[in-house]
C-alpha cells in the first residue's frame, strides 16, 4: 500500500509539473492583457508537433526540438499579440474570438501537417531507463517523466527570478495584478502585453514540446489542457503566478489520488465540484484580490 | 503531406454536377452506364476526425479499383460508384441534416456511418426507407430495421480474442481491465466479462476513465498493476489511451500478457516499449498484407494490393476504420448482385434472403436478435491478431457464431448488467 | 411615423412564410435549426447584458431537451405540456444555481458557470437511468395536435409543419424577450453592466436582477432545447458540450451583443457560411476560423454596426425622418 501511495505522489508530482507551466502562461496572458485565450491549449499542442515533426521528419536531437519548439511558439504567440490582440485592445470579447479563429487554425494546421488523416502522431522518447526512487522496489519514474518536472522546475524557476529580481518582471507583474494602475505609473501596456503573450505563449510550448513523448500527439491534444488549465488558474486567483503553481499541484494531486484509488470519472465530477466549492468561499481563488471598486 | 485542396472531391463534386446534366440528355442507343452514389455520413472534422476520414479515403481507392474495371455490373446495367460524403461531426442533429441531403438531393442509394449518433437519423431513414451501416451495432434495437451491421460488430468478436488466450495459456487465471464510461467501453466490457467468465477467468479490479482527453493514464496503469493480474485487458479504449496504458504498463515493469481490441499505434508503441514487451499482444485488427488474408475465406478483393495502395497514399494513416468501409461495400456489392438492383430495401432482402452474406473474414450469418433485437449484424470468423517480433499477425481465425452458440447467455447476463439491451438503452 | 419599418417586418414575414416552399428539403432541416439557434443566441444575450458571460447556457438548452423528452417518453406528456413544463424545470435549475454562480464575476463567473454545466453533463453521462447515459435519449415523440374534426391528430413533426410551429414559438419567444428588453427591468439589467458598484449604491439588488436574467434566459434556452429534442428525435450528452457553447459565444460576439437583432445578425450569417464551405471538409475550420478572424478584425463590433452605421447614415440624408433611437 505504502509503495501504492509513494507511486501516486510520483505520478502527481509529473502532471503537477506540465499542468503548471500551461496555467502560468494562461495566467500571465489573462492577468495582463484581460484576454480568454482559447488558444492556448493549441499552442500546447503546437509545441508538441513542432518536436514531432523536427525529431521524426527532420530528425533533430529531443532537446534541441524542444528548445525550437518553444521559440516557434513563443513567435506565434507574438504574431498574434501583434496581429490578433492589441487592435483588440479594450475589447476582450474581440480578443476571444480572436482566440477561437487561431484555434481553428492551428488545428487544421497541425491535421495537415500530420498527414490531413487524423492519426496520432508519437515521438520516441530519448531517454528510456526507469528510476527508482525513495529505494523501493515497485515505485519508479521513467527518466522520460524526470526529465518533464526538470524542464517545468527550471523554467518555472527562470521565470520567478525574471519576476522578481528583474526590474522588467517586476513591471511585468504589476501589469497581470492591475494592468490599469500599471499603465498610469508609466508602464508601456503595449510593451508588456507582447512580453506576456510571448512568455505565456512560450510556457505552453515549452509543456507540449516535453510532454510530446509521453502522449499521442494529435489536433485535439488542447482541448483537455485547457480545461484543467481554466480550472487551475481560477482556484489560483487570476493574475497569481504563484496561485496557478500551488493550485496545479493541489488540482493534480486530488485528482491523481482519486484517479487511482476510486476511478477517473468520479475524479473528473469530485474536481469539478471542489472548484465550485472553493469559489463559493472565496469567489475570487486562493491567492486572488477583491475586486475593486 | 497532401498538397491539393481536396481537389478530388471538388472535381468530383463538379462531375456530378455534369453527371446531372447529362442523365437529361437522351440516351443513345449503348448499353446503360449509369452512376450509383453512396453516401457517407461520418466526421470528418473535429475530435472524432480519425474515425471518418480515413474511412473515406479507403472507399475512394475500393471505388477507383472498381471503376477502373468498368463498375459493377447490378442486373444487366453496369453501374460506377461514386461517393458523397458529408460531415456529421458526430453529433446527431449534423447527421439529420446531412442523412437529409444525401438521400434527397444527392439520391444515394445506402449510406455508411460510423454510428453513434444514429438516433438522430433514425426516424428519416425508417421513414424514407434507406439502408444504413454502422460500424457500432449498439445503435441497433427492434426499431431499426434499415440498420444493418455487415462489418465490425464490435464488441462481439472480442469474445474470440480471449477464447484463444484461454487456449493458449490456460495458465492465465486473473485480468485487470480498464474501460471508457461510454457506449464504445460499457458493451466491450460486458463482453469481455462474459467472454472471460466463459473460460473461468476471474476478474480482479475494474477502472473507469471518463474521458481519453483528461484520464491520468499514468496513475490507472498503476491502480491496475496493483491488483497483480496475470492479463490486462485494456477493453475498448481509445486509440490513444490504449498506446498511453501500454507504454506505462512497460514502464512499471509490468511483465504479464496484454489483450485489448485495438492496437492501431502497434509500430509506434513498439517502438516506444520494446519488440519483447510488445510479443504475444493479442488484438482484433489485422494488417491487410498479412499472408493470412490471402486465405480462401477472406472476402476483399486483392487485401494486399489494397493495403499497399492505401499506405502509398496515406501513408502512416493505416486503421481499422481504412478497410471496414470498404469491406461493408464488398458485402452490399454482392448483394446489389443477387437482387439485380441498387434501390436500398431491394438490396437489403437479398442480404437477408438467405440468412447469410459474404462477410470480408468469411461467411457471415445474419445474428442479433436476442441481444440487439434485430437480427442485422453479420457475424463470421474473426482474426484474432497477436504482435510477433514486432508485427501484428494473424495468429487464427475463431467463429463468433460458434461461440455465440454456446455463451449467448452469459454475454445477455452481462449486457443487462451494465444495461446494455436494446429496452434499456432508453 | 416612417413607413419603412412595417414595410420592411412584412417582407421579413412573407420570406419566413415563403422559406419551406422555396428552398429544398434538407435546407429547410437547415432553417428550423437556425430558428432554434436564434432562440439561443437572444436569450443568450439578456445574460450578457448584465455584463456576465455563462458557459451554461448550451447545457441549461439541454437540460430542456432532456426533461422535455423525458416527460414526453416516461410521463407520456404531449409536446404542448412537456415543452412548457421542461422550461420552468430549467429556469427553476438555473434560480438554484444563481445561488453560488453569482457570488462570482467575470472570468470566475465565466468558469464558474462551466463547471456548473459540465457537472450537470457528466450526470447525463453516467446516470443511465433516466439520462440513457453518453448515447442520450431517442425516440423522443414529435409534436401532434388534436383538432375536433380531425379523426386522427396531426403530426407536426414533418419538416413543413414543424418549421412554422419552431417559427411561431421562437416568434413569441423573441417578442417575449424584446419587451423584458424595454421594460424597467431591462434597463435596470443594463445599468448593472455599466455601473455595477454604481447601482449597488443607490439601492438596486443586482444579485437579483442577475437571477432574474439567468432565470428567463435559462427558460427559453429551454425551450429551444426541446425544440431541438422534438425534431431531431433524440438528445445526447456531447450537443450540449463545451465545444457548441463555443460556436454560441462566437455567433453572438460576432453578430454584436448592443443591439437585439445583432446575436441574430451573427447565427444567420455565418451558419450560412457555415454551409457555403461544406465542401472544403476537414478544410472547414481553417476557413471559419479565417473569417472569425477577419471580421472581428474589421468590425470589431459586430456585424450590427454595419447596420447601425447604414441607418445613421440614411438618417443624415432624409432629415424629414423622426430621430428614432435605434439599438440601446
Redesign the interface.
Known amino acids: 500500500m505504502l509503495e501504492l501511495i509513494l507511486q501516486t505522489c510520483v505520478n502527481a508530482l509529473v502532471a503537477s509539473s506540465f499542468t503548471a507551466l500551461v496555467a502560468v502562461g494562461l495566467v500571465l496572458i489573462?492577468g495582463v492583457m484581460g484576454i480568454?485565450n482559447?488558444a492556448h491549449g493549441e499552442l500546447y499542442m503546437t509545441g508538441a508537433f513542432a518536436v514531432w515533426y523536427l525529431t521524426s521528419a527532420l530528425g533533430w536531437p529531443f532537446l534541441l526540438a524542444v528548445a525550437a519548439a518553444i521559440l516557434l511558439v513563443a513567435a506565434i504567440g507574438a504574431v498574434m499579440e501583434r496581429l490578433?490582440f492589441r487592435?483588440?485592445r479594450g475589447?476582450p470579447?474581440?480578443g476571444?474570438?480572436?482566440s477561437?479563429?487561431?484555434?481553428?487554425?492551428l488545428?487544421?494546421?497541425a491535421?495537415e501537417l500530420g498527414g490531413?488523416t487524423g492519426r496520432a502522431k508519437h515521438v520516441t522518447p530519448p531517454w528510456r531507463g526507469v528510476i527508482e526512487v525513495f529505494g523501493i522496489e515497485g515505485v519508479t519514474v521513467p527518466v522520460q517523466r524526470l526529465a518533464v518536472i526538470g524542464i517545468s522546475v527550471a523554467l518555472l524557476g527562470g521565470l520567478w527570478l525574471f519576476l522578481h529580481r528583474t526590474r522588467m518582471g517586476w513591471a511585468l507583474r504589476a501589469c497581470a495584478q492591475d494592468p490599469e494602475a500599471a499603465a498610469l505609473q508609466g508602464i508601456s501596456i503595449d510593451r508588456f502585453s507582447l512580453l506576456a503573450m510571448v512568455l505565456g505563449a512560450g510556457l505552453a510550448g515549452a509543456a507540449g514540446a516535453v510532454m510530446a513523448p509521453l502522449l499521442p500527439v494529435e489536433p485535439s491534444m488542447g482541448h483537455s489542457v485547457i480545461?484543467t488549465a481554466?480550472?487551475v488558474i481560477?482556484v489560483g486567483g487570476?493574475g497569481s503566478v504563484e496561485g496557478a503553481v500551488i493550485a496545479a499541484i493541489l488540482y493534480t494531486f486530488f485528482d491523481t489520488f482519486v484517479t487511482t484509488f476510486l476511478d477517473g470519472?468520479i475524479a473528473?465530477?469530485l474536481g469539478?465540484?471542489i472548484?465550485?466549492l472553493v469559489?463559493?468561499i472565496r469567489?475570487?481563488?486562493i491567492m486572488?484580490v477583491r475586486?475593486k471598486? | 503531406m497532401r498538397t491539393s485542396?481536396?481537389r478530388r472531391?471538388?472535381l468530383g463534386?463538379t462531375a456530378a454536377g455534369l453527371g446531372l446534366a447529362a442523365a437529361g440528355l437522351p440516351r443513345l442507343g449503348r448499353a446503360a452506364e449509369q452512376t450509383v452514389r453512396i453516401g457517407f455520413l461520418a466526421p470528418?472534422?473535429?475530435d472524432y476526425?480519425d474515425w471518418g476520414?480515413p474511412g473515406l479515403y479507403g472507399c475512394e481507392i475500393w471505388a477507383e479499383n472498381v471503376n477502373a474495371q468498368g463498375g459493377l455490373k447490378i442486373g444487366g446495367d453496369t453501374y460506377k460508384i461514386e461517393f458523397v460524403?458529408?460531415?456529421d461531426e458526430?453529433?446527431?442533429?449534423k447527421a439529420?441534416?446531412g442523412a437529409?441531403?444525401l438521400v434527397?438531393?444527392d439520391e444515394v442509394k445506402f449510406i455508411l456511418m460510423l454510428g453513434?449518433?444514429y438516433?438522430?437519423v433514425?426516424?428519416f431513414v425508417n421513414q424514407e426507407k434507406m439502408l444504413v451501416s454502422t460500424l457500432l451495432p449498439?445503435d441497433m434495437s427492434p426499431?431499426t430495421p434499415y440498420l444493418i451491421a455487415p462489418c465490425e460488430t464490435h464488441p462481439f468478436y472480442n469474445v474470440t480474442g480471449v477464447e484463444w488466450l484461454a487456449k493458449n495459456r490456460p495458465e492465465l487465471k486473473t485480468a485487470a481491465m480498464v474501460y471508457p464510461?461510454?457506449?464504445l467501453g460499457?458493451p466491450s466490457l460486458a463482453t469481455y466479462r462474459a467472454a472471460f467468465e466463459a473460460e473461468g477467468i476471474k476478474i480482479v479490479t475494474e477502472k473507469a476513465y471518463?474521458d481519453e482527453a483528461s484520464a491520468d493514464f499514468t496513475a490507472l496503469t498503476t491502480a491496475l498493476l496493483a491488483a497483480k493480474p496475470d492479463i490486462l485487458c485494456l477493453d475498448t479504449c481509445g486509440a490513444g489511451a490504449v498506446s498511453q496504458i501500454t507504454e506505462q504498463a512497460f514502464l512499471q515493469g509490468y511483465k504479464g500478457q496484454m489483450i485489448s481490441c485495438t492496437l492501431d499505434y502497434y509500430k509506434q508503441v513498439t517502438e516506444k516499449t520494446s519488440k519483447e514487451f510488445m510479443e504475444g499482444f493479442i488484438f482484433q485488427f489485422p494488417n491487410f498484407d498479412d499472408p493470412m488474408m490471402q486465405k480462401d475465406q477472406i472476402n476483399f478483393p486483392d487485401p494486399k494490393g489494397f493495403y499497399d495502395a492505401y499506405v502509398k497514399k496515406y501513408p502512416d494513416a493505416w486503421s481499422a476504420v481504412s478497410w471496414e468501409y470498404p469491406a461493408i461495400m464488398v458485402t452490399w456489392a454482392d448483394a446489389a448482385q443477387k437482387a439485380g438492383s441498387v434501390e436500398p430495401m431491394k438490396v437489403l432482402e437479398a442480404m437477408k434472403a438467405s440468412g447469410t452474406s459474404p462477410h470480408v473474414f468469411g461467411k457471415g450469418e445474419w445474428w442479433g436478435t436476442e441481444v440487439l433485437g434485430v437480427d442485422n449484424a453479420l457475424i463470421a470468423d474473426w482474426p484474432v491478431v497477436v504482435m510477433r517480433d514486432g508485427m501484428p499477425t494473424i495468429a487464427e481465425f475463431r467463429s463468433i457464431p460458434d461461440w455465440m452458440s454456446k455463451h449467448t447467455d452469459l454475454l445477455i447476463k452481462h449486457m443487462t448488467d451494465l444495461?446494455q439491451m436494446p429496452d434499456?438503452?432508453? | 411615423m416612417s413607413a419603412a419599418r412595417p414595410l420592411a417586418a412584412l417582407v421579413l414575414a412573407l420570406a419566413l412564410v415563403a422559406i419551406p416552399f422555396l428552398v429544398?428539403?434538407?435546407q429547410l432541416?437547415?432553417a428550423i435549426?437556425l430558428l432554434i439557434n436564434i432562440l439561443v443566441v437572444v436569450s443568450y444575450r439578456l445574460v450578457t447584458i448584465t455584463g456576465e458571460w455563462s458557459l451554461a447556457h448550451v447545457v441549461m438548452m439541454g437540460v430542456g431537451g432532456y426533461a422535455s423528452a423525458l416527460l414526453a417518453?416516461r410521463a407520456g406528456l404531449e409536446f404542448w405540456l412537456s415543452m412548457p413544463l421542461a422550461a420552468l424545470f430549467t429556469a427553476s435549475v438555473a434560480f438554484i444555481l444563481s445561488f453560488?454562480l453569482f457570488?462570482?464575476?467575470?472570468?470566475?463567473f465565466?468558469?464558474?458557470s462551466?463547471?456548473?454545466g459540465?457537472?450537470i453533463r457528466?450526470?447525463w453521462?453516467?446516470f443511465?437511468?433516466?439520462?440513457?447515459?453518453?448515447?442520450?435519449?431517442?425516440?423522443i415523440p414529435?409534436p401532434e395536435l388534436s383538432l375536433p374534426w380531425l379523426e386522427e391528430p396531426l403530426n407536426l413533426?414533418r419538416p413543413v409543419s414543424y418549421y412554422f410551429l419552431t417559427m411561431l414559438i421562437v416568434g413569441l419567444s423573441l417578442l417575449v424577450l424584446w419587451r423584458i428588453e424595454r421594460s424597467r427591468i431591462g434597463l435596470t439589467l443594463q445599468a448593472i453592466h455599466w455601473r455595477d458598484?454604481l447601482a449597488e449604491s443607490i439601492g438596486v439588488n443586482t444579485w437579483r436582477y442577475r437571477t432574474l436574467a439567468h432565470v428567463v434566459a435559462s427558460f427559453f434556452a429551454a425551450v429551444a432545447g426541446a425544440l431541438?429534442a422534438h425534431y431531431?428525435?433524440?438528445?445526447?450528452p456531447?450537443?450540449f458540450g463545451?465545444?457548441i457553447m463555443?460556436y454560441v459565444?462566437?455567433w453572438v460576439?460576432?453578430g454584436g451583443?448592443r443591439t437585439f437583432y445583432g446575436p441574430i445578425l451573427g447565427v444567420v450569417t455565418l451558419s450560412i457560411l457555415d454551409e457555403f464551405i461544406?465542401?472544403?471538409?476537414?478544410?472547414?475550420?481553417?476557413i471559419?476560423?479565417?473569417?472569425?478572424?477577419l471580421?472581428?478584425?474589421f468590425l470589431?463590433h459586430g456585424l450590427e454596426s454595419i447596420v447601425l452605421r447604414a441607418i445613421a447614415a440614411w438618417r443624415e440624408r432624409s432629415p424629414g425622418v423622426s430621430r428614432m433611437p435605434v439599438g440601446e
Open positions: 489573462f480568454v482559447f490578433l487592435p483588440m475589447n470579447l474581440g476571444l474570438i480572436m477561437v479563429g487561431t484555434l481553428f487554425i488545428q487544421v494546421l491535421l490531413g480545461v481554466f480550472i481560477i487570476i470519472t473528473s465530477i469539478l465540484l472548484m465550485m469559489l463559493v469567489p475570487t481563488g486572488g475586486e471598486v | 485542396l481536396s472531391r471538388l463534386t470528418m472534422s473535429g476526425v476520414l460524403g458529408y460531415d458526430a453529433e446527431t442533429d439529420l441534416q437529409k441531403k434527397l438531393e453513434g449518433n438516433s438522430g433514425q426516424n449498439s426499431d464510461d461510454d457506449s460499457l471518463p444495461k434499456q438503452r432508453a | 429544398k428539403p434538407y432541416d437547415i435549426f417518453k453560488p457570488r462570482m464575476k467575470a472570468f470566475y465565466l468558469i464558474g462551466f463547471a456548473a459540465e457537472a457528466l450526470t453521462i453516467r443511465y437511468d433516466p439520462f440513457g447515459g453518453p448515447k442520450g435519449l431517442k425516440l414529435p413533426g458598484v431541438l431531431v428525435g433524440a438528445v445526447t456531447t450537443r463545451l465545444h463555443l459565444l462566437v460576439i460576432v451583443t461544406r465542401e472544403f471538409d476537414e478544410y472547414r475550420p481553417l471559419y476560423g479565417l473569417i472569425l478572424i471580421t472581428v478584425r470589431p
